[in-house]
């Protein structure tokens, strides 16, 4: 959707207030929605935001703010209009006519679960990433079927491949059908494959790095395995799972970085990337690394508990360790500033303190970029992996 070699596509964001999530909570999504615009490498304009009990049927926002926003885009000449939340097919076909009445120049409407669709494409490199996207975006898009893809009825010809009456809209869902049903076949056989490699991975203690996208897990993969995994300020830089043998000490074990997980992570993706979850589910300890430095970090901690329960993965042991301490900041409070303390006003010791105290554990404070507190790490890591090869292995404990 976003071609970066041409000129820079312009974007508006849309998001909804309602009583499930404040003018707060819908600034701090836009602010990771405009993020996500920002990889696919489109430019916000500007933002709109709009109070409802729940989203309008018909176009999800009311027809005097919709007004609004078409004026701002004929007059801005945007290119793409974002919303936070899914559109329904039916919801993305009347903004599209709404928006494009009588222009020459159509502007795209995209919800939320296509732009991370589009990310996944763009960042997809291997084979099998490329056929889990591919299936995920198929999936997506049948229900969205209109005239976009009038074309593929030239894909199947011949005698007896149309039927008396078939519509063109008709056919096209007949050859996405047909798409997804091979995609699905083509998947189940790279499974198998990758099922293959972790069974042939032998018997060493499995480490998987989980969290939210953009938290640092790739650049803590590269400082322990002393590797050159792809790192980037980017959300989902890193789409296919690497697995590599670490040695701390003399103790030897294998440790995976995934996919990282996001605030509505679409289900179709949740489902074509059950093969590179599966690093997840097998694992024997993962280390759930979070952004200390994002104002939201709470918040993205629960998305990922419930990413891992929704995948079957939420009782295993969890080292949680809390990233990116160098770019911590707080504001302290006035001795006369009567107003209510806010996570901004806590310092790093405190939430420290809260923390331990919350989870009865202990957790991890580094700084992967800057090495901080990196030899505490590698010793809390060392000593849960030594526990669970002591219980596998008791008699083998020359290692130690």
């Not at 300890?285 to 419930?306: P, T, W, Y």
């Amino acid at each position: 959707m976003f071609d970066t070699l041409k000129k820079q596509e312009t974007a508006i964001l849309v998001g909804l207030i309602s009583k499930n999530q404040d003018e707060e909570k819908v600034k701090e999504y836009l602010d990771e929605l405009e993020f996500l615009a920002d990889t696919a490498g489109a430019k916000v304009l500007k933002r709109y935001t709009q109070r409802l009990e729940h989203p309008d049927s018909s176009t999800f926002i009311g027809s005097g703010k919709l007004m609004d926003i078409k004026k701002f885009v004929l007059e801005n000449h945007v290119d793409i209009l974002i919303f936070d939340d899914e559109l329904s097919p039916a919801q993305q076909r009347n903004l599209e006519k709404e928006i494009n009445e009588a222009e020459e120049i159509k502007i795209k409407v995209v919800d939320r679960t296509r732009l991370i669709l589009d990310i996944f494409a763009a960042r997809a490199r291997t084979a099998h990433a490329k056929t889990q996207v591919e299936l995920a975006q198929s999936i997506y898009l049948l229900p969205r079927l209109t005239r976009m893809w009038s074309h593929l009825d030239r894909i199947k010809g011949g005698i007896g491949m149309k039927g008396a009456g078939e519509t063109e809209i008709e056919t096209d869902r007949r050859i996405v059908r047909d798409r997804i049903a091979l995609l699905k076949e083509r998947l189940k056989t790279i499974d198998k494959q990758m099922e293959t490699q972790r069974k042939n991975r032998g018997e060493m203690i499995r480490v998987a790095l989980v969290g939210y996208t953009n938290v640092g897990k790739s650049t803590i993969m590269n400082l322990l395995s002393k590797s050159d995994v792809f790192a980037e300020n980017k959300l989902f830089a890193t789409l296919d799972t690497t697995v590599r043998k670490v040695v701390i000490g003399n103790l030897p074990f294998l440790l995976s970085d995934t996919v990282g997980f996001i605030r509505k992570l679409p289900t179709t993706l949740v489902e074509s990337f059950k093969s590179t979850l599966d690093e997840v589910r097998e694992a024997d300890v993962l280390l759930h690394v979070v952004d200390i430095s994002h104002a939201g970090f709470e918040d993205q901690i629960n998305v990922v508990n419930q990413t891992l329960a929704d995948i079957a993965a939420g009782d295993k042991p969890i080292l949680l360790v809390f990233n990116k301490i160098d770019a911590f900041t707080f504001d302290e409070k006035e001795v006369d500033d009567l107003s209510p303390i806010t996570k901004r006003n806590i310092s790093l010791e405190q939430l420290k303190k809260m923390w331990t105290s919350k989870l009865d554990t202990q957790c991890l404070y580094i700084s992967a970029v800057n090495k901080q507190n990196i030899d505490e790490f590698k010793t809390v890591l060392y000593e849960k992996v030594k526990e669970l090869h002591q219980k596998r292995y008791p008699y083998n404990n020359f290692l130690y």
